[in-house]
């Protein structure tokens, strides 16, 4: 076999996302952390919207996963969308410590907006081209209602710094900033919803890529 990369607008990307997120929760279960339908959450760090997207489809497929805590730095356009149904990319770019987060345009939240609109082809495409002509699309509050179980928060620079630092002191773990923004995220969620359901953090890169 011969393999590839594939970048994250690439449908086969989310495959191997998918299964491990179903493997993460077989993880909990052997390690005895959880038993068999217990729920989790999720919390990815996500600019392009793919790796959480694949926890969703995780979660159509069985996995009793809660909530997806879609977690953004600084240029947090997914924040916005999941707080008041406008997503709009007529905003400022934002150069953050989390390079792989600074995206104005989630492209795999085209794959979610076609959920929201029942499979529709042609209102996906119609919000889509809304996107590349007027810089904004809006879903109704009563369709983004039904996707609750997503929840969104964003970490500026000086929260990820002092959440590198935090867990540092604290566990003797060397964050990346990208993961860094996942755990902020986290801890603003519970702080918010008081939810102590067991939850993975989605892990996205090696500190050791980021020397500085």
Known sequence: YKFSSA?????GRLVPQVAYHVYSYAKLLSSGQIKA????????????????????YAKQLGVPIQTLVCASNENDVLVDFFHTGTYNRQRKFEVTSS???D???????????FEMTGSNAEETKALMDSLTNNGHYYIEKEVLHAYEDFYAARASQEETAQTIESVLRKENYLLDPHTAVAQCAYTKYQQETKDNTPTVI???????????
């Open 99 to 101: 390079p792989s987060m």
């Open 7 to 11: 970048n994250s607008i690439n449908i």
């Open 103 to 113: 995206i104005l345009v989630s492209s795999n939240l085209e794959r979610l907006i």
């Open 202 to 212: 989605v892990s996205t890169a090696s500190p050791y890529k980021f020397p500085q």
């Open 37 to 56: 339908g217990d729920p989790i959450n999720v919390v990815v760090p996500t600019g392009n919207f793919g790796n959480i997207l694949a926890a969703y």
